[in-house]
């Protein structure tokens, strides 16, 4: 369904008895502004309640702050076209998604706090007078399947899915082999590969479906955790009112992202896995080149990349060359478990946000290749090019 039109059609009997003034239909003025009521049981009185945009594939600010008061609270505002917000409860301790527009909303949960992390978790949320979050909940209702899907192919592979997790870690190429040649391993991974052919097409599809209005760019933001210049047709596929729209134009940015090849580096300090900051410049000292590296542990492109990282290190790290990972992780422990995993015999720090923001990483992985002077020579330099780029810049 691309548009959707509403008309309405009067029909006129008895036309001698009906003037004019009671023919015309009178047609109700959209509302210019929304209400947005929250009544949430269980919920303790002064807890914060955060408006934060969603589907912006980065970390963006509150756009309004309000505490609960017997478990109810209102935001109010206007909006050009319908968008995706969470409703942040307790400082991050718990959300709720819905899709606002100019209308009257109401927001109906029940909230149980952990007394273990004091996480808010919601049961039983009802989301009425928003016909774009109806909408919404219609149409991506396939993914309830999807996670059916998941949790039966991965059914009964816990035992050597571990097995071979930990043959990876300890980098036990022999064990990695025979789990990897034996029938059970193989049948996962070729359901694995049916289930991801199925989300590519079921995101696709449904993407493709709304290319005329601002839902095409806004499913493609909810759909894929990042985008890759593979995306590029996706998004030129889009109508010109899809690509002006607001979600439109996020996207835009992320598909075509200005080049930041000649750009000086900022000097910026992050925590490493121990939770000691490290400042860049001290990394980089008496380094010819470094490789600024933004990774995710829920990136599989990224941990993929990671072996090539690994070649390049090895070959020429006595010759100059460095390389900085910096994970923009939200789940610090997932982080951590990913580091234990992957074995990186060099920095890796956790983004606090402002520093992906400053590279304006919109997709990852994101590399950016730095000179002794601090000056970005290069982007986006993986695998084989990456290797190419270091034996021109470090030929002995």
Same mark, same amino acid.
């Not at 234990?340 to 060099?346: A, F, H, I, P, S």
């Given at each position: ?14 036309l001698s008895m009906i003037s004019y003034s009671n023919q015309a239909q009178t047609k109700k003025a959209a509302p210019q502004s929304y209400i947005l009521e929250g009544s949430i049981k269980g919920l303790s009185d002064g807890t914060t309640i955060e408006l934060i945009p969603g589907a912006i594939h980065s970390s963006e600010n509150a756009v309004a702050e309000t505490t609960s008061k017997d478990g109810k609270f209102s935001f109010t505002g206007k909006l050009k076209e ?16 819905v899709l606002i527009e100019n209308s009257k909303i109401k927001v109906t949960a029940e909230a149980e706090t952990s007394k273990e992390n004091e996480r808010i978790n919601f049961k039983n949320e009802v989301v009425t007078g928003s016909k774009s ?18 949790? /039966? ?24 082999? #025979? ?49 890759? =210049? ?14 002006? #729209? ?10 075509? =992202? ?42 599989? =492109? ?14 020429? #790290? ?15 422990? /997932? ?20 520093? #992906? ?40």
């Amino acid at each position: 369904m691309n548009t959707i039109k509403y008309k309405i059609f009067g029909l006129c009997l008895g036309l001698s008895m009906i003037s004019y003034s009671n023919q015309a239909q009178t047609k109700k003025a959209a509302p210019q502004s929304y209400i947005l009521e929250g009544s949430i049981k269980g919920l303790s009185d002064g807890t914060t309640i955060e408006l934060i945009p969603g589907a912006i594939h980065s970390s963006e600010n509150a756009v309004a702050e309000t505490t609960s008061k017997d478990g109810k609270f209102s935001f109010t505002g206007k909006l050009k076209e319908p968008r995706l917000f969470y409703l942040s409860f307790g400082k991050n301790k718990g959300y709720i998604p819905v899709l606002i527009e100019n209308s009257k909303i109401k927001v109906t949960a029940e909230a149980e706090t952990s007394k273990e992390n004091e996480r808010i978790n919601f049961k039983n949320e009802v989301v009425t007078g928003s016909k774009s979050n109806d909408y919404f909940k219609k149409e991506t209702a396939f993914r309830e399947d999807l996670n059916n899907d998941y949790a /039966a192919y991965h059914k009964g592979t816990e035992a050597i899915s571990n097995l071979y997790g930990k043959a990876r870690t300890a980098g036990n190429k022999k064990l990695m082999d #025979s789990i990897g040649n034996s029938p059970e391993w193989k049948k996962f991974e070729a359901d694995e590969k049916a289930f991801f052919a199925k989300v590519q097409s079921s995101s696709e599809n449904l993407i493709a479906k709304h290319k005329a209005t601002w839902w095409g760019p806004f499913f493609m933001l909810t759909q894929y955790s990042y985008f890759t =210049p593979d995306q590029k047709p996706v998004f030129e596929q889009f109508s010109e009112t899809a690509k002006k #729209s607001y979600y439109g134009q996020l996207v835009e940015k992320e598909v075509n =992202p200005k080049s930041l090849v000649g750009t000086n580096l900022s000097n910026f300090a992050l925590n490493d896995k121990d939770g000691k900051a490290l400042n860049v410049k001290d990394i980089t000292a008496g380094k010819k080149y470094i490789l600024i590296d933004f990774w995710a542990s829920w990136c599989g =492109p990224c941990r993929k990349e990671i072996p090539n990282l690994k070649t390049a290190y090895a070959a020429y #790290s006595d010759k100059g060359f460095e390389i900085l990972s910096i994970s923009i992780d939200k789940d610090q422990k /997932a982080w951590l478990k990913a580091l234990g995993q992957e074995n990186m015999q060099w920095h890796n720090l956790l983004d606090d946000n402002k520093v #992906s923001n400053a590279f304006n990483v919109k997709t990852i992985p994101a590399t950016y290749l730095v000179d002794s002077k601090g000056i970005i020579i290069s982007d986006n330099l993986r695998g084989a090019a990456l290797e190419e780029k270091l034996k021109e810049l470090l030929k002995s």
